[in-house]
């Protein structure tokens, strides 16, 4: 389409040069971590990157700042903050760099069906509907990070698949192993993928080769998934935080976190949860679904690579909504899949798309690169942010204000963290930096110390949360108003938030 697509060194490097730049071009646009916005003023993402920072400065994660998510995620994100201490710059860079790998990953399975042309348009279609998806929600998010990793895994399941004949490479099962590990310490939600993979990897050897080979291709497989957990180990057992990092890690998602409900209920959940994420992202919905279909019920593809594409799928769906939790970014890990429902497509509809290239000729490339930005653009979640300046984000207006205070402190109350620790450059004085999503019944230690630090007044600023239609003083805490003044307001339209900016009396 683009490129011509060879098997020399300099195609190659030619093809992943494009898909480098396919990378970042779309991550400018779709990613609030890009240079083209001041902010990324997504919770999560500020979350993780206070963490990382933390990190990177001494703090230890769960022990000194209490998050859920892994430690490799808040490694990466204080690998970003050594870039760039005072942005998301670094945060995207990282994103454009596993990205790159996404579309190479993406472009060798499209490779194994049809020719190089219409593959590279695939991609860049898979791409593109991908950072358009209501699911992407301004990029950096776990799922996102994990993409590449899933989809080198199922390009090597389906050459697996399509040879049959019980081999893999010891070197093959430690990568995977190791790359499976890393996904275990990202978000361990996602590892049903993996589950699936080397229980298909294990139950081929065993029915083609002799059986002590299936028992030392899984334990090579759980070899690279302990090289990849040993690091953790050694930095936590060394800072005497192993037993903070289980129970935040595991305990806090596993019994604080998640719902309780039973099987019927968890089966309701898949069933509501499906329709929500149809409802979302119909269009990459339907791609997996078709994509999804196809495989079934075409004669084309073999049973091992029916069975490479659905069971890794359906482990994948189970884990990431076994919890009873719904959000959309959940979904983002799902969207490989949707390149099975464009192969699908294309079968049916390519000569067609190849007669309109050649009546175009050379304007081909440049109409579709162009339709892709702008869908990009339109789709995307950032379309409000587009042009707006640092000083209209209530985390910069709010940073402004607190310089006037040496050395300010600040505690980000009730919410998860809306970037005002970045915004003015400081990290928080207490191991609950933010509030998280878990309920207060389950984890009043959390909503007790921000109550404890308001009514002593440890902070010299208090950053709370409320939805757009309510009023300053509508925080449902007497002693913020007692100790605290208001002294400016903002707002986020796109996510419905009104902030309230509270100084502490003395210091008016």
């Known amino acids: 389409m683009v490129i011509s697509v060879g098997d020399g060194w300099r195609d190659s490097l030619k093809r992943n040069l494009f898909w480098l730049a396919l990378a970042f071009v779309l991550l400018s646009i779709g990613s609030m971590c890009s240079f083209f916005y001041p902010y990324q003023n997504r919770v999560d993402q500020n979350c993780f990157f206070t963490v990382g920072k933390g990190m990177m400065t001494g703090w230890v994660p769960y022990r000194d700042l209490f998050e859920q998510k892994g430690p490799l995620l808040y490694f990466l994100h204080g690998l970003g903050y050594l870039i760039s201490p005072d942005s998301f710059f670094g945060v995207f860079l990282l994103e454009v760099a596993f990205m790159t790998v996404w579309f190479i990953y993406l472009y060798k399975i499209a490779r194994l069906y049809i020719e190089p042309q219409p593959a590279a348009l695939l991609v860049l279609a898979a791409g593109v509907f991908t950072v358009a998806a209501n699911c992407f929600l301004r990029g950096d998010n776990a799922e996102e990070l994990c993409l590449p990793l899933l989809t080198a895994a199922l390009y090597r399941l389906l050459l697996f698949a399509r040879r049959n004949d019980g081999r893999m490479a010891p070197g093959i ?145 189970a884990g990431c909504y076994i919890g009873g939790v719904f959000y959309d970014y959940y979904m983002l890990i799902l969207t490989p899949y949707c390149l099975f429902g464009l192969l699908f497509l294309w079968e049916r509809f ?91 019944e389950k984890f009043p230690e959390m909503p007790q110390t921000h109550q404890r630090m308001v009514e002593n007044g440890e902070t010299d600023y208090v950053v709370a949360r409320l939805g757009i239609k309510e009023s300053s003083g509508d925080v449902p805490c007497a002693a913020l108003y007692e100790n605290y003044a208001v002294v400016a307001e903002g707002t986020n339209i796109r996510d419905r938030y009104r902030y309230i900016l509270f100084k502490r009396k003395d210091l008016l």
């Not at 790359?179 to 275990?184: N, P, T």
């Not at 109350?413 to 809306?418: A, K, R, S, T, V």
């Open 350 to 440: 390519g000569e067609k798309v190849r007669i309109w290239h050649l009546r175009w000729g050379r304007k081909a490339p440049a109409t579709i690169l162009a339709a892709a930005l702008v869908i990009t653009i339109v789709g995307g979640n950032c379309l409000l942010f587009y042009g707006k300046r640092r000083e209209e984000y209530p985390q910069y207006q709010f940073a402004q204000i607190m310089k006037e205070t040496p050395d300010a402190t600040l505690l980000n109350y009730g919410f998860l963290d809306g970037g005002f620790y970045l915004a003015a450059g400081v990290m928080p004085t207490t191991k609950y930096f933010c509030e998280l999503n878990i309920p207060p």
């Open 173 to 317: 099962l430690f990568l995977h192993g190791f790359l499976a590990g890393c996904v275990l310490w990202i978000k361990y939600s996602m590892l049903g993928f993996w589950i699936a993979w080397i229980i298909m990897v294990f139950l081929s050897v065993w029915n083609r080769r002799p059986h002590k080979e299936a028992v030392k291709a899984f334990l090579i497989f759980a070899a690279g998934g302990m090289a990849a957990t040993l690091p953790w180990v050694l930095y936590f057992g060394w800072h005497h935080a192993v037993g903070d990092w289980l129970y935040a890690y595991f305990y806090s998602n596993i019994f604080l976190y998640a719902k309780d409900s039973s099987l019927l209920g968890k089966y309701l959940h898949y069933l509501c949860f499906t329709v929500m994420n149809t409802a979302l992202d119909p269009l990459m919905m339907s791609l997996i679904a078709l994509g999804l279909w196809h495989f079934l019920r075409s004669d084309r593809f073999t049973l091992q690579e029916r069975f490479a594409v659905l069971f890794p799928f359906i482990a994948l769906y």
